[in-house]
């Protein structure tokens, strides 16, 4: 991994909170227009270049003239994931409070960067996300490929990270407070395109705060690097595996309560009645017979008692969203 700097103007105004990481790969020169666009508040910029087969880092080094750039060079592309940990690694050794990732395609506005920022360094947020969904104006404008197939994986994510009030859990726009990095084995995270989803899966394990921020997205005739349809099931795969993880880190490791209790006798009661009742239906329909009241009172109390719990276990879920910032105590025991 290599590192270069452009050595030129520094950075006017007040004492700036704020670092940008900007993954790259196939980026080129949209990331020199990037750049002059990033405000003041931004202290320190760190283009990765993930091994970028255009050579964008050695394009910045050449002709950046702001002095808060860094560049850092993958020798082996490790992902859009690979790339922003790295940044992290990077950010969470400079003075800044709020570390933000930046696409360097120009699709998000780095006007928003103090906005996006703003509940983090204010105190009231561990990890901040863009939300394309939030006016209907910025949805109609959405290609409906990438709107579909966003809101399939919207869900699955917030499935497995149990952040359920995240609208855009896919979106890239993100900034999170530096000491927060510190809490996460950043090294474990995804590091191609599941790396979103699973960063909220583990930000969820720390019980960090997550809100939204409402913003506008750019279209151009660019292609997209994220096609659902080759990704749904990759998705799928790693927002179970989480899912599970999840239930039994949050609900029997780490904590055991009534929801836990309901989720454990849900899940048989609603299986019993299935197979149970699926099976009478199957050997009814062959043998021309009637089927008996008692076996389909047996196969659908057990249904109705377990859905019950599961819904009341899945309430439980949606309202134990963590509410209050960590960052504020990860470095407490210090000044002890």
């Given amino acids: 991994m290599n590192w270069g700097k452009c050595m030129n103007n520094s950075v006017d105004g007040a004492e ?8 790259c790969y196939r980026v080129g020169k949209l990331v020199l227009d990037l750049i002059p666009r990033i405000g003041s508040e931004v202290g320190w910029i760190f283009i990765v270049d993930d091994a970028c087969p255009v050579n964008t880092g050695d394009l ?3 002709e950046c003239k702001d002095s808060r750039v860094h560049v850092i060079k993958h020798a ?16 969470a050794q400079t003075a ?14 780095p006007a928003l960067i103090g906005r996006l920022s703003r509940p983090i360094v204010a105190g009231r947020s561990d990890y901040v996300k863009g939300n394309r969904f939030h006016r209907i104006r910025d949805v109609s404008s959405m290609p409906w ?35 927060v990095l510190q809490e996460l084995e950043l090294d474990n995270i995804a590091k191609r395109y599941f790396f979103e989803s699973d960063m909220l899966y583990n930000l969820n394990q720390v019980r ?18 994220l096609n659902p349809a080759k990704v749904m099931l990759p998705f799928l795969k790693g927002n179970l ?70 819904l009341s276990w899945l309430n439980y879920d949606v309202a134990n969203q963590p509410t209050q910032p960590i960052h504020p105590f990860i470095n407490e025991g210090d000044d002890v």
Wanted: no cysteine; charged share 15%; glycine share 10%.
């Fill in 16 to 23: 700036p909170k704020i670092a940008v990481v900007i993954p």
């Fill in 60 to 62: 910045v080094l050449a």
């Fill in 76 to 91: 082996q592309n490790q992902g859009v994931g690979g790339a922003t940990i790295t940044g992290y690694k990077a950010a």
């Fill in 96 to 109: 800044a409070i709020a570390v933000v990732k930046l696409d360097g395609d120009g699709q998000m506005d």
């Fill in 145 to 179: 490929v990438r709107l579909f197939g966003n809101a399939g994986l919207s869900f699955l994510t917030k499935l497995s990270s149990g952040y359920w009030q995240l609208f855009d859990p896919t979106n890239g726009f993100t900034a999170i407070h530096r000491d």
């Fill in 208 to 225: 960090a705060v997550v809100t939204e921020m409402p913003m506008w997205a750019v279209y151009g005739d660019e292609p997209s690097s």
């Fill in 241 to 310: 595996r989480n899912f599970g993880r999840r239930l039994v880190y949050s609900y029997f490791i780490r904590n055991f309560s009534l929801a836990s209790l309901e989720l454990l006798f849900s899940i048989p009661l609603i299986l019993f009645s299935i197979f149970y009742g699926g099976w009478h239906w199957v050997e009814g329909r062959i043998s021309g017979l009637p089927t008996v009241p008692g076996i389909v009172m047996t196969a659908a109390l057990p249904l109705i008692i377990g859905v019950q719990l599961f």
